[in-house]
């Protein structure tokens, strides 16, 4: 356990280094404003992270119905006009004066924690029909439907992939889950054809040269990034892509700024990091002391790991434009926050992981999770 927590955080640690490289080079032109602001919320993020590995996670049961209905009253919030700050067609941020912040980044952590407690503590019922589907169901929607209001598709994708994981490793039934999923998954794929934004940035997808000029612009600037870099790179600040090429190159299109400067070395290092993160992740989730340990290991491994999986994705043109921020490395201080207390939370879990457990109470729950879930 302490070679993967060890291992896990030299990840992040190597992910966060090449981030604030990357962010310099991307503001030198404006004194490295994106370096300052994300290094001040990097400390930040080192400071939650650290205090959220020292403490038991266990004690997130306390809060969990608090965390909950607050959450989802910000996703609710943000969608009022004059309280939520309207931007490229989105009402997703609130204005805090310093920073903006972004309800939908701490819903993901929070969905998190609320599906974890609730498959550890309806673990004998969770393969009926109500407490298998029903229940979990309206608390997953009731999170989903404001994300996908302001309209966030991508994060709403993200969540429900995230969250549907998690209900199969609780343990929830084939039959009861396989539905449901289709038709979330039609649903979903209705509302997208019937966008003219979204069919826009699928159909540049699917016909990348025919649209560099219009929809597809931006990947195909992305595309030509990281064909520039070549295997090597052209140096630390020497790109040109982001010099206005390529729009969003410090957020969502960080990766192709990578492979621009720093190569094909550096952006393989940085999927071998991902992929590394999650190894480790699984490895923590799957030694957990109990089942609340397992599921919520999982849902920040598996969060952390589509994320990037689905930015690299549509950075190297093998997924539709989704919008979402490479993990550790995109700018934003919202995201970086909250996936740095995620990070901490599976620390703590690692901590206390294989840990004998004090009362009759605690070794019921561990038999019956080893039995559920072996």
């Avoid at 009926?128 to 979990?136: A, K």
């Amino acid at each position: 356990m302490k070679t993967a927590t060890s291992t896990l955080i030299l990840c992040v640690g190597g992910l966060l280094a090449i981030g604030m490289v990357m962010l310099y080079s991307s503001s030198m032109d404006e004194g490295g404003r994106f370096l300052m602001i994300q290094s001040a919320s990097a400390t930040l993020g080192v400071l939650i992270c650290i205090a959220a590995a020292f403490i038991d996670y266990r004690w997130l049961k306390k809060f969990v119905w608090l965390i909950y209905p607050l959450t989802l009253i910000a996703l609710i919030a943000v969608l009022i006009p004059g309280i939520g700050i309207l931007k490229n067609g989105s009402r997703r941020w609130f204005d805090l004066g310093i920073v903006n912040f972004q309800p939908s980044e701490a819903a993901k952590v929070a969905l998190i924690v609320v599906l974890a407690y609730y498959g550890d503590k309806y673990q004998r019922h969770i393969r009926t029909f109500w407490r298998g589907l029903v229940i979990p169901g309206t608390l997953i929607g009731a999170m989903l439907l404001p994300i996908f209001l302001e309209p966030d598709r991508g994060t709403t994708i993200l969540l429900a992939a995230v969250s549907g994981l998690m209900l199969l490793i609780a343990g929830v039934r084939w039959i009861y889950f396989i539905p449901p999923a289709i038709g979330g998954a039609s649903l979903m794929a209705y509302f997208l054809m019937t966008d003219p934004i979204r069919m826009r940035r699928i159909l540049s997808w699917l016909n990348p040269e025919e649209t560099k000029n219009g929809a597809g612009y931006q990947a195909w600037q992305a595309m030509i990034a990281l064909g520039s870099g070549g295997v090597s790179g052209l140096g630390i600040g020497n790109g040109r892509q982001k010099l206005g090429f390529v729009p969003e190159h410090h957020t969502d299109f960080i990766f192709s700024i990578i492979g621009e400067e720093m190569g094909m070395i550096a952006t393989i290092g940085v999927i071998v990091g991902f992929v590394i993160f999650v190894l480790c992740g699984v490895y923590i989730a799957w030694h957990s002391r109990d089942a609340f340990g397992l599921l919520l290991g999982s849902g920040v491994t598996f969060l952390v790991g589509m994320q990037a999986f689905i930015n690299i994705g549509v950075v190297t043109s093998a997924l539709p434009n989704k919008g979402l921020p490479l993990p550790f490395i995109s700018y934003g201080g919202s995201s970086l926050l909250l996936m740095m207390f995620a990070v901490g939370i599976l620390i703590s879990v690692a901590r206390h992981g294989g840990a004998p457990a004090h009362d009759d109470e605690e070794v019921e729950e561990s038999d019956l999770r080893h039995a559920q879930f072996a």
